[in-house]
T-cell receptor, first 115, second 115 residues
Framework: KAGVTQTPRYLIKTRGQQVTLSCSPI?????VSWYQQTPGQGLQFLFE???????NKGNFPGRFSGRQFSNSRSEMNVSTLELGDSALYLC??????????????FGPGTRLLVL | AQSVTQLGSHVSVSEGALVLLRCNYS??????LFWYVQYPNQGLQLLLK??????LVKGINGFEAEFKKSETSFHLTKPSAHMRDAAEYFC?????????????FGKGITLSVRP
């Protein structure tokens, strides 16, 4: 079974631009979560989508948004990029079976550099 | 809210020596705990997880962790370090079991293995 895939793997943008990152979950997984990883703040939860609905959200400004499609693929968008948005963005998918603690499987990440 | 503390940012051991990476958690409900490993330029890989089934959890690559409620700890150990174990290790706690879960990560510990 193929793992979580993320595209692109690397991205360079300039301040003020916007960016869209894509995540394809493991086949059959319905939950997709996004995390930001930086040297200073570590791994921080951005948001989680399940069945095309945002179920959980971290403490990030509204410039960070996302969506999920009917095939469970998810996109994350960051508008008006700032230098501090430079980070590794990780996507994780899980089967999310009720009553059982699902495991989140992570993709390789998209490394975003904002100049 | 749940939180995880990983004391120290760097651990160095000799090849063949015991590996001990510490993790303490704070949770108002029975926690779900995880250890992930991140190799350079890669995403996170699950090493093991605690979901209340057994206090001693065995994971991949010879790692194991013991859940100690009285000490609020979930330390990761491996009897004999190998060069390939050099990576960054993250302890994480789930926000809630099952649906709507998100992971709260510790700051991570970099493990170096000396020849």
């Amino acid at each position: 079974k193929a793992g979580v895939t993320q595209t692109p793997r690397y991205l360079i943008k300039t301040r003020g631009q916007q960016v869209t990152l894509s995540c394809s979950p493991i086949s059959g997984h319905r939950s997709v979560s996004w995390y930001q990883q930086t040297p200073g703040q570590g791994l921080q939860f951005l948001f989680e989508y399940f069945s095309e609905t945002q179920r959980n959200k971290g403490n990030f400004p509204g410039r960070f948004s996302g969506r999920q499609f009917s095939n469970s693929r998810s996109e994350m968008n960051v508008s008006t990029l700032e230098l501090g948005d430079s980070a590794l963005y990780l996507c994780a998918s899980s089967f999310n079976m009720a009553g059982d603690q699902e495991t989140q499987y992570f993709g390789p990440g998209t490394r975003l550099l904002v100049l | 809210a749940q939180s995880v503390t990983q004391l120290g940012s760097h651990v160095s051991v000799s090849e063949g020596a015991l590996v001990l990476l510490r993790c303490n958690y704070s949770s108002s409900v029975p926690p779900y705990l995880f250890w992930y490993v991140q190799y350079p330029n890669q995403g996170l890989q699950l090493l093991l997880k605690y979901t209340s089934a057994a206090t001693l959890v065995k994971g991949i690559n010879g790692f194991e962790a013991e859940f100690k409620k009285s000490e609020t700890s979930f330390h990761l150990t491996k009897p004999s370090a190998h060069m390939r174990d050099a990576a960054e290790y993250f302890c994480a706690v789930s926000d809630s079991p099952g649906a709507n879960s998100k992971l709260t990560f510790g700051k991570g510990i970099t493990l170096s293995v000396r020849p």
